[in-house]
């Protein structure tokens, strides 16, 4: 089977929620009640003071308060892209509610997780997903593309094979475990996949950058999911792990109605 690298778009996020966990677990971030002003110190200074309350867990949980209207008005491309430093645009959007009381998809939140990963770390997050799980997955080849100051894109920036995406997956599958090895920690998996918010009705609910469902007789199953069909679908109780990249970005939700119809049958 010929491998070829594609653009997964958001299932980037899904592996940038695993970075967070491998650096969490390794001592590099303490607590994810951590609040970000203490790795971006310009939010001491800005005028909305809730800022200081956003937390890691905010940003994971996209539950952030930005006004942020990327899947409204930006029709799925965060404006962030047009600006010089992504980083400094996603602390200075103004507050739509409050830090923490409700989801809004927002893929600047990905790129601050990697902004704290890359700070806490010593090392991008290319780098760093190398040493901790492109290598022991054996990924073949990817590309990883970076903002302005080359931190690595948390939200949609990944190139890599269906292959190389359905070893994720697998690693997911199997509560975090390759080759024998832990790669990250079956309580991270459950932590991160565990449906928290629903805010889009027809995608489900939203856990730590994983998407999370139901179907009957099965219960819960998780996905991570990008921008014209990208997906990587875990079924614990079927042992299944559905991966699909796709051209066609006319319709992102055809591959998961699919599924579902499958996992209703």
Not at 31 to 41: A, H, R
Not at 140 to 147: C, G, I, P, S, V
Not at 160 to 171: E, Y
Request: proline content about 5%; overall charge negative; charged content about 15%.
């Amino acid at each position: 089977m010929e491998k070829k690298k594609h653009k997964v778009n958001s299932c980037t996020k899904s592996i940038t929620s695993c970075l967070i966990g491998i650096a969490y677990e390794q001592g590099h971030i303490s607590e994810l009640n951590t609040p970000i002003v203490e790795y971006f110190p310009s939010l001491s200074e800005d005028p909305d003071g809730r800022k200081q309350l956003i937390t890691i867990d905010h940003l994971l949980t996209m539950t952030a308060g930005f006004d942020w209207p990327e899947l409204g008005e930006w029709n799925g491309w965060p404006h962030m892209i047009h600006s010089p430093h992504w980083v400094n645009y996603v602390l200075e959007r103004p507050l739509a509610i409050e830090p923490g009381q409700a989801m809004n998809y927002n893929s600047g939140c990905s790129q601050l997780l990697l902004a704290i990963l890359q700070k806490t770390t010593g090392q991008s997050a290319r780098d760093y997903a190398m040493q901790h799980l492109f290598s022991p997955l054996r990924f073949d080849d990817f590309t990883w593309h970076a903002d302005p100051q080359s931190v690595n894109i948390g939200g949609f920036g990944l190139h890599m094979t269906v292959q190389d995406l359905h070893k994720f997956g697998s690693l997911y599958l199997h509560k975090g475990k390759w080759a024998g090895k832990q790669l990250v920690s079956e309580e991270w998996i459950a932590r991160t996949t565990i449906p928290e918010h629903l805010t889009y009705d027809s995608f489900g609910h939203y856990g730590r950058h994983w998407w999370v469902s139901e179907a009957p007789a099965i219960g819960t199953y998780y996905f991570a999911m990008g921008m014209g069909g990208q997906y990587c679908c875990i079924i614990p109780a079927l042992d299944m792990n559905i991966t699909i990249t796709n051209d066609t970005y006319g319709d992102t939700m055809k591959p998961l109605e699919m599924i579902r119809s499958l996992l209703s049958v």
